[in-house]
């Protein structure tokens, strides 16, 4: 099967794989301060366009990601993803994504 923006790829909470892992309750965490700066904001982005409607994603960094919710405003049509803090630093903020459409 050959994946497009009409076909995407899609992750939801109820899918599965052979490893035999799942994700808890609530949605998986990203803690993207692991991940290599400049391929961060690319791999939150396929994260986020692979999550099917109802579907969320929490990103965790280790500073407010002003930046990243201009470009996902960009990126995205008006009213794609809820938006919420789930926690604001110092050390740590989470930002919970759900898609809405």
Excluded at 48 to 53: E, I, T
Excluded at 60 to 88: I, K, M, T, W
Aim: proline share 6%.
């Amino acid at each position: 099967m050959e994946y497009t923006a009409e076909n995407p790829l899609t992750l939801t909470q109820k899918s599965s794989c052979a490893c035999g892992e799942h994700d808890g309750e609530g949605f998986p965490e990203l803690d993207v301060r692991v991940i290599p700066h400049a391929i961060r904001h690319a791999t939150i982005f396929g994260a986020l366009d692979s999550l099917a409607v109802g579907a969320g994603l929490v990103i965790v960094a280790n500073h407010a990601p002003l930046p990243l919710l201009a470009q996902v405003d960009q990126r995205y049509r008006e009213g794609a993803f809820d938006v919420s803090y789930l926690s604001e630093g110092p050390e740590e903020w989470k930002v919970q994504f759900r898609r809405e459409a």
